[in-house]
Structures are given as C-alpha cells and as structure tokens.
C-alpha cells in the first residue's frame, strides 16, 4: 500500500505505559488505562479508544500502536465489562455498565493531565486541545454518545446528553445500527442499544464490513451503516469487502475473536484512519484527500471510502 504509506507519513518507535491506574472508588474498581505515544514528536494530537465487550487496555494493538508510531497519543481504558474484571451479571453494576463505559472516556478526559505524566516527558509534548475518540463494536456505541450520538428509551424519549465539546472527531467501527431492527434476544437484554444519530454532529469516520453478520439485528450488515446515511456529522465510510465484525483482525494479533483474519483489511484500516486523524485533528489538512485517492487506485479488492 504505497501509495497510503505516503499519505500518512513514516512510522516512529513508541512507548506504552501500563496499567495507569486511576482511582474511582465511586466505579467499584479503579480505572485502569494504557497511555501510548511516539518517542519523539511535540504537539502531538490524542485518541480516547474504547474497547468492545470483553476486552481490555491490551486489546487492538494494530490501530494503537500504529495511530502512536504515526504521531497520536492514545488512551485505552478498561470497562467494567472487560474479561480482565470479575464483574458478572449478577453484579448491582452491570445493567448501567453502558453508562459507566460513557463515564470511564469522560473521566480519561477530565483527568488527562495525570494520565499523560505516566510517559516520562509526554506532558510537554502532547496537545490536549486536538482530540478524537474512537471505539469498536460496543466501544463504538460508547464513544458515538460523546461526538452527540443519543440513546432512546423503550418510548423513543431521548435520554441524557453526552455530547463533549472537547472532542474534535470520531473514528467508529463495526457501530451497531438503529433499535428498531434489534433482535429479541437484543431487545430483551441490550435496552441502551437504541441510538439517535440525528444529534451525531461532530465528524466521525464509520468503518464496516459487509459481511458482518449480526445476531443483535434482524438485518444484514447494512445495519452496521445506519450512522452513516443517519447522521450530520458522519461524513465518510470505509468497507471492507468480505469483512466481518472483527474487520480482519483489528482486535489483536492471533486473536480469537476474529474470524475473518485478512492482514490486508487491517493494513487498509489502519492507514485511512491515520490519515482521517490526521486530517480532522489538524495534523495535515491534505492527508485524508490523499488516502481517497490512494485506496480507490490501490484497495479495490479490500474495500472502499464513499463521502457525502
């Protein structure tokens, strides 16, 4: 993918520090997150990433590490829901964890000072003025809600406003869809998964796979677009041509989760990304129009961008 390399630039050696556990005795368990920067590089631009269920501040190295070798801080916290946790169903928690999720990405903002002084020398380097979140599969869900995304209730009333001013755009991938399609079993259980895009102002990238095969939907994978064609602030989507929920493997490498391993889907991930952070955060205002080009001449058979 040449011609991708060369919209978003040369990758540099990191560091990561983990876990940096911060106290939240209010959360039941403290808040533990992974912070991960370039080595070298000064006004660097944040990413706030949110895990899907289960997983932890170890999970989706392949966009971590290279959003941090391309110039990005990045912040990954634990949710309650994490495998890493003993919080199960039966905990009084749980029915409000999708809310507590929200609350652990407000709380990496509102104590990003301490979180970024872990990395010796990261305080002076970063810019926590240039911001994005981004999330996968629930991780989505959860950060959709800070970028003006709403939840409504069983009535259709929307709920608590999340929205962040703080957060500047929004990378979302394998975001489920509208609850009007939700499967029994999702009606049943997932009451939060009932999302109002129509107040999703701040720009946001949707990543999808067509193939992505949800039991949570009485849909297809077209479900996993409906922020897309129902949102203001979600200009741009990226498919994956065969991809499923893991989108090829962006969870981890060898992970079990993934079912549609493909290096290639991953690759493509991982650089039209770059460069949209590039672009919405303010690094290089160019670098996103040059990875559309570059992916319509190089990805054909991996996937595409469509704009509106």
Do not use: C
């Amino acid at each position: 993918m040449t011609n991708l390399d060369s919209a978003i630039g040369a990758a540099t050696a990191i560091v990561s520090v983990k876990p940096v556990v911060h106290a939240a005795p209010e959360r039941g368990d403290d808040l533990q997150v992974r912070v991960s920067a370039p080595v070298s590089g000064n006004a660097l631009p944040v990413v706030v990433f949110s895990h899907g269920f289960g997983g932890s501040l170890d999970k989706y190295a392949p966009l971590a590490d290279f959003w941090a070798a391309h110039g990005f801080v990045v912040l990954q916290p634990t949710h309650l829901d994490s495998r890493t946790l003993a919080v199960t169903p039966d905990d009084p928690r749980y029915p409000n964890i999708w809310r507590l999720r929200i609350a652990d990405v407000t709380r990496v903002l509102d104590d990003f000072d301490t979180l970024v002084a872990a990395v010796p020398g990261l305080a002076d380097r970063v810019d926590g003025t240039r911001i994005a979140v981004a999330g996968h599969s629930w991780g989505a869900q959860t950060t959709s809600t800070l970028l003006g995304a709403g939840v409504l209730d069983a009535s259709g009333t929307p709920g608590e406003d999340f929205a962040d001013k703080r957060v500047t755009a929004g990378v979302l991938l394998s975001l489920t869809g509208t609850g009007e399609s939700l499967s029994p079993f999702a009606a049943e259980n997932f009451s939060f998964m009932r999302p109002d895009f129509s107040g999703l102002t701040t720009p946001a990238l949707i990543v999808t796979g067509d193939n992505d095969q949800s039991q949570l939907s009485t849909r297809g994978p077209d479900w996993f677009t409906d922020a897309y064609f129902m949102s203001p602030g979600a200009q741009h989507l990226l498919t994956l041509f065969g991809g499923e929920h893991s989108l090829g493997g962006i969870v981890g490498y060898s992970s079990a989760e993934t079912t549609d391993e493909n290096p290639e889907r991953v690759a493509l991930i991982q650089r039209v990304t770059t460069a949209y952070l590039r672009t919405a955060l303010g690094v290089d205002a160019g670098s996103f129009a040059a990875a559309r080009t570059a992916a319509a001449q190089d990805a054909d058979t991996v996937g595409r961008i469509d704009s509106k």
